[in-house]
């Protein structure tokens, strides 16, 4: 299935975005954030580069995922589309606390 949530376009395409696309491209985005994060701790990286950086890209990429559902959610809502929202909302709350409370992201951050 293409999904258009997936796509590193400039503006998000609203109109080709559908509620089965959702669940889908978010559970995608955080295993991939999930995968990068830990290879990123187990290379020994170090620094602003090589810490901050890559996260901020990992966070950027799911905001970019996630913000036009939220967006969608609030302009255009459905029960399907309401449903999607609903669903994701646990495994983005779940990504967050993992992220908050990782020990080796933490002791990266403090050598910075």
Known sequence: MDNPLLH?????????????????????VLEENRRSLQELLESGAEGWDGI??????MQHRLART???VGHLNGVANSDELR???????????AYHTEIAQNAALCAGYQRI
């Open 8 to 28: 590193d376009a400039t503006l998000p395409a609203f109109l080709a975005i559908r509620p089965e696309h959702i669940e889908p491209a978010i559970r995608q």
């Open 83 to 93: 449903a999607a929202y609903n669903t994701c909302l646990p495994l983005l709350t």
């Open 52 to 57: 901050v950086v890559p996260i901020e890209r």
């Open 66 to 68: 996630w913000s036009p």
